[in-house]
């Protein structure tokens, strides 16, 4: 991995608006945006990452897991209830399953929340405990309900479009269990394109805009635009790094739902430990990660 030249010589954040030469005035409110968070974000260094650098993501995802099982295990649980809750979704309203599951997609980087604040606490050596994991939304609340907005309407439209989509294409068809097959067959190839595209689409443009937001909001205390914007500068200075992420997230997802959704148990956590890894590789200059000792 290596900063990008252009970058590098770029004050941090917290200096940005304290520089004798800069001609930008503090806001009166410095706990979460500068006086223009989209210069502010503008400024912030991007790092240039290799292929190789998602899996060592999810390698180090893994090993932050593996210090914290307990707690890990326990956001895992609330991931596989979330699963459930769609499965049972889909058995009593079937026409309802596309617009719900879209609307998972966004309760997910939500519930990471807590799993960020563990790993920052082990990369600090540090014990994670459940308060502080818990209560890791509080000191970002402003900004964290601002992007919560943002994602909710981009879910509602998201889930609408879905659901649209689908009533069309079976408004005279019976919903009853034979429904997925139905959904599934060849005969609604031209359903399936469409909803792919139509999911790739929204899905595509939460990921751009919130892959490292989050994790850079419980980190810097920044606001909800100065984090989407930097986490769009990321996307776009790592087009391919960010879209082999996007597809390994993806892939991961789908294999943990297979067996009963079992496997969002560990993929769940480990997601969302290794997002946290993904912010540190882009934004911040790399530390060298050390777990606490045994």
């Not at 997910?108 to 960020?116: A, E």
């Not at 960010?242 to 969002?264: C, E, Q, R, Y």
Request: aromatic share 8%; with cysteine.
């Amino acid at each position: 991995m290596t900063p990008i030249e252009s970058d590098a010589a770029i004050p941090p954040i917290a200096e940005t608006n304290t520089a004798p030469h800069s001609n930008i005035e503090a806001a009166p409110d410095q706990r979460n945006d500068a006086a223009s968070p989209q210069l502010v974000a503008a400024l912030l260094p991007i790092n240039t990452v290799g292929l190789n650098e998602p899996l060592q993501w999810l390698s180090l995802g893994w090993q932050d897991f593996t210090q914290a099982p307990k707690l890990g295990l326990l956001y895992g649980l609330c991931f596989f209830v979330m699963g459930h809750a769609l499965l049972l979704a889909f058995k009593s309203a079937p026409l309802y399953v596309l617009a719900l599951g879209a609307s998972f997609l966004m309760v997910g980087p939500f519930l990471s929340l807590g799993l960020y604040q563990i790993s920052q606490d082990l990369q600090a050596l540090q014990q994670p405990t459940l308060k502080r994991s818990v209560c890791a939304w509080q000191p970002i609340a402003s900004p964290l309900t601002l992007f919560a907005s943002a994602l909710l309407v981009s879910g509602i439209v998201w889930g609408g479009a879905s659901l649209l989509l689908f009533t069309l294409s079976f408004d005279t068809m019976q919903l009853n269990s034979n429904t997925w097959t139905a959904l599934l067959s060849l005969n609604n190839l031209s359903l399936l394109v469409a909803y792919l595209v139509l999911t790739a689409a929204f899905a595509g443009l939460v990921f751009t805009t919130s892959v490292i937001a989050m994790p850079m909001m419980c980190d810097k205390r920044v606001g909800a635009r100065t984090a989407g914007l930097t986490s769009v500068r990321a996307c776009q200075k790592n087009p391919g790094t960010m879209t082999l992420w996007a597809m390994l997230i993806a892939a991961l997802v789908v294999a943990a739902m297979l067996p009963w959704f079992v496997g969002l148990l560990v993929i769940g956590p480990v997601l969302g430990h290794a997002t946290w890894h993904a912010y540190q590789a882009l934004v911040v200059p790399p530390l060298p990660y050390a777990p606490p000792s045994q």
